[in-house]
């Protein structure tokens, strides 16, 4: 596509409760990001993944956060059992294959997770 | 943790005024970057700068780096009200792949 797209934009969840959050890279983009960013804060990041190399977790708050990318292309996160200090706008960004470092992420416009 | 720390938090200047944000980061880098964000969503790459460039321009925007002092500015000259936004700087800890963000800068041009 032409832009990183990210659904859903918003989502209101019940403590407790699992979420999936979805992002679709730009065509050609061997690397995708997941980042986190609460109110008011800066990035966080979670998880990168890169062609078909291992994913870098590293940045995986707890073990209730998954993510996968299927086919090399659209990636999908999942939160367990939902906390409320998960609640923050969730961001997708996506490189050419040389790296953010060359060229810069290409973000999504996110998705905003409430936990109630 | 956080690599990169921007300054001031906030800054509320006047259309037409010049606007100067800081980023000091802690540990050797390859690049650094600067992305704009409107309104809590996606960011918006506006300029990379390499460990071995002094200072990069683009239209309005003016990016120094002093890897010995660990920092770098952003200017952006003749502001306008549409540059509102919040400003961010983003390291890569020598880790080419990834980058780590700072909290940011609020800025507000005023009309």
């Known amino acids: 596509g032409a832009g990183v797209s990210q659904s859903p934009s918003n989502k209101v969840t019940e403590k407790g409760k699992d979420v999936e959050l979805r992002c679709d890279p730009i065509s050609g983009h061997t690397a995708l990001y997941w980042y986190r960013q609460s109110l008011g804060q800066g990035l966080e990041f979670l998880i990168y993944f890169q062609g078909n190399s291992a994913p870098d977790k590293s940045g995986l708050p707890s073990d209730r956060f998954s993510a996968e990318r299927t086919g090399g292309s659209v990636s999908t996160l999942t939160i367990q059992r939902t906390q409320q200090e998960d609640s923050a706008v969730y961001l997708c960004?996506?490189?050419?294959?040389?790296?953010?470092?060359?060229?810069?992420?290409?973000f999504g416009s996110g998705t905003r997770l409430t936990v109630v | 943790s956080q690599q990169g720390e921007e300054d001031p938090q906030a800054l509320s200047i006047q259309e037409g005024e010049n606007a100067t944000m800081n980023c000091s980061y802690k540990?050797?880098?390859?690049?650094l970057q600067w992305y704009r964000q409107n309104s809590g969503r996606g960011l918006v790459h506006l300029i990379l700068?390499?460990?071995?460039?002094r200072e990069k321009h683009s239209g309005r925007l003016r990016v120094t780096l002093d890897t010995s002092k660990k920092s770098s500015s952003l200017l952006i000259t003749a502001s306008r009200a549409a540059d509102t936004a919040s400003y961010f700087c983003a390291t890569d800890q020598y880790n080419f792949n990834k980058f780590y963000f700072g909290s940011g800068t609020k800025l507000n041009v005023k009309p």
């Open positions: 960004a996506s490189s050419l294959a040389s790296g953010p470092g060359n060229y810069g992420y290409t």
């Open positions: 700068i390499r460990s071995n460039e």
């Open positions: 540990t050797s880098i390859n690049n």
